[in-house]
């Protein structure tokens, strides 16, 4: 059973075979291999990855070419 990364809760229903969505907080989850991406689904139905607030520290800051 999976938890919601963002409200801990349990009740995550399946919307695909990668892809869950939490009935709390009213975000969705992706699933691909070990990597799970959170999206914010807005009112007009567009996602917003949430993905830099639960795993900012995974994502390497933009940083530009230092002089290669
Ligand atoms: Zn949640």
């Given at each position: 059973m999976m938890r919601c990364p963002n409200c801990n809760s349990k009740d995550i229903g399946k919307?695909?075979?990668?892809?869950?969505?939490?009935?709390?907080?009213?975000?969705e989850l992706t699933v691909n291999g070990d990597k799970m991406s959170v999206y914010q689904v807005e009112e007009d139905g567009t996602l917003s990855s949430l993905d830099d607030l639960f795993f900012g520290e995974q994502i390497p800051p933009q940083v530009h070419a230092n002089g290669m």
């Open positions: 919307i695909g075979s990668h892809q869950f969505y939490c009935w709390s907080c009213f975000i």
